[in-house]
């Protein structure tokens, strides 16, 4: 099972509004990574979680906030994002110390 | 450093002939590569990898890719195209640390 999931698909919020997203994998993978995504580009690095610490940040603005509260979950923390922070999310996750990365499904964040 | 080029952003391909996506790439050490699939308003898709060992790989779906260390290739084949192919595709090369370096991708269309 090579299975990411991610809640929710689709989000929409305001500028002034707290919002969470959340991962989830059960492949007993010890990495995990936040993406951010815009149309017809690659996905853009943000976060790196190893072992449940955070070992990688892309110089990522503080309106986003990652938390990994156990191996098998990954959450994004959103709070008073601007409309250019608007984009899919994507999830990966990886055996530790290993390039083979999973992704889920992401979410499409919409901020007005 | 560690760098990826997919010539071509957009590649079209009639029904049934073959599928070559290109890309290059620079690493300072030896490369380990990757090939995503991503279809629209989805998450990417492992297609294929090398690390070492056999040059030629195949992954799903009937793709295959050849690492070439003299020329710094890994382009992506396919011997017959269907409409199903039609997608974004990202070459990635590993960035140390479980970071992947992504191409620029390849936006593939299938005509009838």
């Known amino acids: 099972d090579t299975e990411v999931t991610q809640t929710p698909k689709h989000l929409v919020m305001g500028m002034t509004n707290k919002k969470s997203l959340k991962c989830e994998q059960h492949m007993g993978h010890r990495a995990m990574y936040w993406y951010k995504q815009k149309a017809k580009k690659p996905p853009e690095l943000m976060f790196v979680?190893?072992?449940?610490?955070?070992?990688i940040n892309e110089s990522v603005p503080s309106r986003f906030s990652p938390e990994c509260p156990n191996s098998s979950l990954l959450n994004l923390h959103l709070h008073a994002l601007q409309p250019e922070d608007s984009a899919l999310y994507l999830c990966?996750?990886?055996?530790?110390?290993?390039?083979?990365?999973?992704f889920g499904p992401g979410t499409r964040l919409l901020v007005l | 450093a560690q760098s990826v080029t997919q010539l071509g952003s957009h590649v079209s391909v009639s029904e049934g002939a073959l599928v070559l996506l290109r890309c290059n790439y620079s690493s300072s050490v030896p490369p380990y590569l990757f090939w995503y699939v991503q279809y629209p308003n989805q998450g990417l898709q492992l297609l294929l990898k090398y690390t070492t060992g056999a040059t030629l790989v195949k992954g799903i779906n009937g793709f295959e890719a050849e690492f070439k260390k003299s020329e710094t290739s890994f382009h992506l084949t396919k011997p017959s195209a269907h409409m199903s192919d039609a997608a974004e595709y990202f070459c990635a090369v590993s960035g140390g640390g479980g970071k992947l370096i992504f191409g620029q991708g390849t936006e593939l269309s299938v005509k009838p």
């Open positions: 990966a996750s990886s055996q530790a110390g290993q390039e083979t990365q999973y």
């Open positions: 979680y190893s072992y449940e610490k955070l070992s």
